[in-house]
């Protein structure tokens, strides 16, 4: 609970301090590189944030639950679209021995992700971009927390693109026409929430 309120804090902050830069050069009308610096930095968060799904981190305790139901085994390709502060890379590489990379839109979450690299000293790959556009065929376990339209427009991705026997791990939303392998109930953090569990056949 601890850790929760302390993340959003963190997000809170980094997001004040923008909005603050952005105030500031509105205000500062001949800084015009600066003001436009901020609308750059801005919009891709504004984006992930409204049409992927906003930063809310995953309490500790269900990311534990969610790598144990995985199957995870050494040496696995785990994947996190929309990975967040890579919290779940992080703790697989670490506890289990897999390979992890994480895929993210928002800068800011990105960076928060990459500082969070520098404290675990993990070994993972947090990659900076838009997950449409990244090849998923290697995964082993792929983990996600995505709006249900955006679910719906990844199906097809998945479908096509996910090995035979891979696994996928959705927390709150389950994707539309597949049949899961199981559904996990968590009570963890502030809200309880549930994760559907998918296996590629």
Known sequence: ???????????????????????????????????LLSVLILLPNVYAFVFCVPFIPTPMAAVEMILEAAG???GDIVYDIGC???????????????????????PVVYLLAKARQLLWRSQACIKFGNIKQQDL?????????????VMRELEPKLMAEMKKGARL??????????KEKTVIDSTAGILPCKFWVYEKE
């Open 137 to 149: 065929s290697g995964a082993d376990v792929i983990f996600c927390y995505l709006y249900p339209q």
């Open 84 to 106: 967040g502060d890579g919290r779940i890379v992080y703790l697989a590489v670490k506890k289990y021995g897999v390979k992890g990379t994480g895929f993210e839109l928002s």
């Open 72 to 74: 995870l085994k050494p």
């Open 169 to 178: 791990i959705s927390h709150d939303y389950p994707l539309p026409s597949w």
């Open 1 to 35: 609970m601890k850790a929760l309120i302390k993340d959003y804090l963190l997000v809170l902050l980094v997001m004040g301090a923008l909005a603050l830069l952005f105030l500031l050069c509105i205000r500062t009308r001949s800084n015009t590189f600066l003001f």
